[in-house]
């Protein structure tokens, strides 16, 4: 076998590529392979929401030695810092740690169709997640006020979306500069 091939060899060996049949794949490998682009463009919200709540479950857990929110847990270094705005500001701070932080490292670890079908559904599995967390501190014994409750939510939801849609808009940033 030659080691060079001289640029007449190349035309040639172009023009017999290109004058060569199209050739299909089987049916069985094009819709296999379109199922699979499928699927990871089109995640489902189920798929989405167990990856969110297994991150939830570990980095939410870390958390609380941050802050313990409504008695649970052992940390109180945010609690210290925003009690002085009062227990609804506390609150709702320690809810937007709480889903801000989870959230953050699912920015990470989830691709950007997964992230863009939580943005696609109205943020529902970051709102579901918080509702879950309050039911699993109620299970755990911790007192839940109403209004305390509600403040936690809407800082834990609004801190998730906003997490969410700066992770979207730094990966975006990011593809647009590689």
């Known amino acids: ?28 490998i094009r819709e296999a392979i379109f199922g699979f682009v499928h699927r990871d463009l089109n995640p489902s919200v189920w798929l989405v929401l167990s990856k969110l709540g297994s991150i939830h479950a570990i ?18 270094i945010v609690m210290q810092a925003f009690m002085g705005y ?15 932080l989870t959230t953050l490292v699912a ?25 879950a967390s309050l039911v699993v501190f109620f299970c755990f014994g911790a ?6 409750a509600l403040a936690w939510l809407l800082g834990a939801t609004l801190a998730g979306i906003l997490v969410t849609e700066a992770t979207l808009a730094f990966k975006q940033m990011r593809i647009q500069y590689a």
């Open 1 to 28: 076998m030659k080691e060079k091939i001289d640029a007449k060899e190349w035309a040639e060996d172009f023009t017999l590529f290109m004058s060569a049949p199209e050739v299909s794949p089987p049916l069985a």
């Open 59 to 76: 980095v939410g857990s870390l958390s609380l030695i941050l802050c313990s929110q409504f008695g649970m847990g052992r940390g109180d």
């Open 86 to 100: 009062g227990m609804t500001i506390c609150m709702a701070v320690c809810g937007a740690l709480f889903l801000g």
């Open 107 to 131: 920015g990470f670890i989830l691709s950007n169709s997964e992230l863009k079908k939580m943005r696609k559904t109205g943020y529902s599995p970051i709102a579901l997640l918080g509702l």
């Open 143 to 148: 007192e839940i006020v109403l209004g305390f």
